[in-house]
């Protein structure tokens, strides 16, 4: 059986733990662990070519809430209290459908899950550039929009295009050549990725990580039923990119000998699912079948996403109908399993929240300071020069008082046992003990 720590060496040891505990919080903190992580996308890993074997990541906001509320932490079913039965042929891996109005979240399946968006991304892309680029601006097609990979709306080196144009071809035919075209006047690839991702953070679109403007396949590129709706729900409130949405044909011009041309809109519910106010499609080998729409009835909006889907045998646009007409026969004013949370409200949460924490922290601290300077002998604090290693962490206060709390300790203890062991009568030698 291991003995008893000796009563002589236990000053020792608080003496050496309270020094202990002062280093490491003085220590320089590792940036990454400090800070709330993100994911972020890895241009050296492998293009996926297939969805995530083992179903994709469960995302939630940095501070590991679950963005919308607790319900939608799930990766099964979930719907409205009083829904009617849901749909038959809904393959789709995760979908969500809201009430755009209210933002109650009616019915979901795997919401947070955070699978490739393939071209569903690009309405990500219209809501962060349309309100920064000039619809009159025009774009000089280049080399590198002609052999761009995937779906082209057919951007020629050297014409002219208006970004009004190519805000309406990017939705409308998918156009990644018109991605890349976009992202250039919005000052390159990189400056748009990054305004995406902030636009999607601004959301509380954290299941969002955005690595290319077209949403071409890239190791870590995410998106998730519940962003896809908050996203497609800011798009159908402003009129400027409602009316790009509502497009249903357009005409790309002449350029150095080759004939202009229609194109068309592949959101086919336009036309076919009376009050369609306007979606995205999306596909890839990874990301199977992605799509996004909002359709109005009875002045009630609804917002249905599906992910992960397959055309058979049940096409996803017809699951996103199906869904509709699910969604708009729950009563209005039902209780949702969540909700879709407005711009800004997830970041306010979670600054306020830290707020009030290092508040606390601080008050802890200076609590705990005053009750360390009655027992210190005069002359032992130290100040922190300001920008010193003390003044980087609110709770490196409270360590410095709790370490100082136990060497005080330490101090007391040994003083204790010397002057018991002084008053002790001295004890004869004995047999040693094995």
């Known amino acids: 059986m291991r003995r008893p720590l000796p009563l002589r060496r236990l000053p020792a040891v608080l003496l050496v733990a309270g020094l202990l505990v002062i280093g490491v919080l003085l220590a320089p903190a590792d940036p990454a662990l400090a800070e709330n992580s993100r994911p972020t996308v890895d241009p050296a890993a492998p293009t996926p070519t297939s969805p995530h074997p083992n179903g994709p990541p469960q995302g939630s906001a940095p501070d590991g809430s679950t963005v919308g509320g607790e319900r939608l932490d799930t990766r099964g079913q979930v719907t409205a209290p009083g829904a009617p039965p849901l749909p038959e042929g809904i393959d789709a891996r995760g979908w969500l459908v809201a009430d755009a109005g209210t933002g109650a979240v009616l019915g979901a399946r795997d919401p947070h899950g955070r699978y490739y968006p393939a071209s569903t991304l690009k309405a ?20 590198e929009d002609e052999a761009i990979e995937g779906s082209r709306v057919g951007l020629v080196r050297g014409g002219q295009y208006p970004v009004d144009l190519l805000f309406r071809a990017l939705v409308m035919q998918s156009g990644n050549d018109v991605a890349n075209a976009l992202a250039r006047a919005a000052g390159g690839v990189d400056t748009a990725l990054a305004a995406m991702n902030e636009t999607a953070a601004q959301l509380g679109a954290y ?11 890239v190791a870590g590129q995410s998106s ?19 009316d790009v949405l509502q497009t249903r044909v357009a005409q790309m011009p002449t350029v150095a000998g080759y004939e202009g041309y229609q194109i068309q809109n592949q959101n086919t519910l336009l036309s076919d699912y009376p009050g369609t106010l306007g979606g995205k499609t999306g596909f890839t080998d990874a990301a199977r079948h992605t799509f996004v729409v909002a359709a109005e009835r009875d002045g009630r909006r609804l917002v249905v996403s599906v992910m992960q889907a397959e055309r058979r045998p049940v096409h996803e646009l017809e699951q996103a109908r199906r869904l509709l007409d699910w969604g708009f026969a729950v009563p209005a004013g039902a209780e949702g399993v969540g909700r879709l949370v407005e711009p800004g409200e997830v970041a306010a949460e979670m600054e306020a929240a830290e707020v009030a924490e290092q508040m606390a ?22 100040v922190a020069a300001p920008g010193s290693a003390t003044d980087t962490s609110p709770f490196v206060p409270a360590g410095l008082a709790a370490g100082a709390l136990v060497i005080v300790a330490a101090t007391v203890i040994g003083r204790r046992r010397a002057v018991l062991r002084d008053a002790r009568p001295e004890a004869a030698p004995g047999p040693r003990g094995g």
């Open 224 to 242: 998730s039923p519940y962003d896809l709706a908050l996203i497609l729900r800011q798009l159908v409130t402003d009129p400027y990119s409602l």
């Open 124 to 143: 990500l892309t219209l809501l962060t550039l349309a309100p920064t680029l000039d619809p009159a601006l025009v774009v000089e097609g280049t080399v």
């Open 361 to 382: 922290a601080e008050k802890t601290a200076s609590t705990a300071a005053e009750a360390t300077t009655v027992a210190e002998p005069a002359g032992t604090a130290a």
């Open 207 to 217: 299941d969002t990580v955005a690595g290319t403007p077209s949403g071409l396949d």
